[in-house]
């Protein structure tokens, strides 16, 4: 009788051959359906970080995996050699909601924060007319988050982002966040753009202002800047608006997204204004997997859900009464929650001490949420969550704080 061979658990293979590049929660996730997601044991959790606002549908939304999957038998990639409808189709829906402009597929955030930094160099050459390193420089804020790469990774002061790997990308200062002033006061012969977060997400939920944004987009017009919005978390409908520049009425000259935007598909894009439209050219960048029938099926079907079920009206009408639940644990548990602040669906609890013990609490009492900044846990509920898996969450918040 041969003996039974015992298969390794995915903790144990991750163990062994997985780069340790991650702190991963204790947890292997195996099952996806709405807001709830199931671990290996059979144990369900209400799913609070959505992929850090990627599966903006929750998991495995019907029309969307039927999308995905007739997609797949038809026609998977192509390359950006030729067209495709999907691509086509997908840029004018984007048009449609940003304004007229043209689109930029490629396939990550930080891809597509690298392509707003690129336009700002492009912005740069053409108002030096035409001398490169004259003016290439970008305004960016502090505490910000754009990415990994050596680009965006630059753009985002954070010694715990940029430690071990210096000499950065030269051309990158740093404002205060919802300081005009401050941001005036970098401005000079050599700066091409400005660089924001509507609402820092990676660096404890932090919104810019309205008339912060509006000081901004003047400031852009004075100098002849580019305003660059990175809604990488924000846009795709995360705050109940499709883009969060649209609470502000300001009018910027690129966006990068992704995200939200494939709804669990790895896809980005760059929206560009028509003043700024004809910076790139054929050769001046590009990409493999940007923009494929794939990945624009699902973004496409990420878009016809939202529109077919108004889910930016559905999170503009939840969010009052669940922010103000949650509220209500500042008053009640002063020690623990110092305060409660975001925009839409992208929230954040300030904590008073470390987030660990929290964050475990919660995942026991089965709510997924993801750390942020500093002691700040970020929920980040799917944009179709009910009113009742938003108040189960305040509910398991309440218990988890011992009431």
Not at 326 to 347: E, M, N, S
């Amino acid at each position: 009788m041969q003996p039974t061979l015992t298969r390794p658990s995915a903790a144990d293979l991750y163990d062994a051959h997985v780069l340790k590049n991650y702190p991963r929660q204790p947890l292997t996730l195996v099952r996806g359906e709405g807001a709830r997601v199931w671990d290996d044991s059979g144990k369900s959790y209400l799913d609070f970080t959505s992929g850090i606002a990627v599966s903006a549908l929750g998991h495995c939304h019907p029309h969307w995996v039927a999308a995905v999957q007739r997609q797949a038998g038809e026609l998977i990639h192509t390359s950006n050699l030729f067209r495709h409808p999907n691509q086509a189709e997908l840029a004018r829906r984007l048009v449609a909601l940003a304004g007229p402009g043209r689109v930029f597929f490629c396939n990550s955030g930080a891809e597509a924060n690298e392509a707003l930094i690129k336009l700002a160099r492009l912005h740069g050459v053409k108002k030096a007319g035409g001398e490169e390193g004259k003016c290439y420089k970008v305004i960016a804020a502090q505490s910000a988050f754009h990415g990994r790469t050596f680009g965006a990774m630059s753009a985002t002061p954070q010694e715990k982002i940029q430690h071990n790997f210096r000499p950065l990308v030269p051309g990158f200062s740093f404002g205060e966040l919802n300081n005009l002033q401050s941001f005036a006061d970098l401005v000079d012969d050599a700066t091409a753009a400005i660089l924001v977060e509507p609402v820092q997400g990676e660096s404890g939920v932090n919104p810019c202002t309205p008339e912060f944004l509006r000081g901004l987009r003047a400031l852009c017009t004075k100098h002849n800047l580019l305003l660059l919005l990175d809604e990488v978390q924000t846009g795709v409908g995360r705050t109940g608006k499709f883009f969060a520049f649209e609470h502000t009425g300001v009018q910027p000259d690129a966006v990068g997204l992704a995200k939200g935007l494939g709804g669990g598909f790895p896809i980005g894009a760059m929206w560009v204004r028509e003043n700024a439209a004809d910076l790139f050219h054929p050769g001046s960048h590009g990409t493999t997997f940007g923009g494929t029938p794939l990945g624009c099926a699902a973004a496409l079907a990420v878009l016809d859900v939202i529109e077919r079920e108004r889910l930016l009206e559905k999170v503009s009408a939840q969010i009052g009464p669940w922010l103000a639940a949650l509220q209500t644990l500042v008053a009640d548990f002063p020690a623990k929650v110092a305060g409660v602040r975001g925009l839409g669906y992208l929230v954040g609890v300030q904590m008073t001490g470390d987030l660990a013990p929290i964050i475990a609490a919660l995942r026991e009492r089965g709510l997924l949420t993801a750390g942020s900044g500093n002691n700040v846990i970020r929920l980040l509920p799917p944009l179709n969550a009910t009113a009742e898996e938003l108040a189960q969450s305040v509910a398991i918040f309440r218990a988890s704080l011992g009431g």
